[in-house]
């Protein structure tokens, strides 16, 4: 995958997270929309117009991954982390 990112404090919006790590990446929201299995406009959609309401575990697990990520670096909170 990708090299590490390192988010000093993720944001508390888990839009502006993703954003932020894209952006410092130059990454492609459409590839990495596909990379997640969904349309080219979904995390677009994610970012922009807030919808879907929030990211599938899976889909924060799969973004996690590639940036090299914990689940509250791209701004999960506490939705899906693990005990």
Known sequence: MGAKIRL???PADPRQALRQAVEQRGESLAALSRMIDRSPGYLSRF????RPAA???RDHDLLGAY???GPLDLGIRDLWTRD
């Open 8 to 10: 000093r404090l993720a």
């Open 47 to 50: 970012i922009n117009a807030g």
């Open 55 to 57: 990211l599938t575990e």
């Open 67 to 69: 940036f090299g990520a």
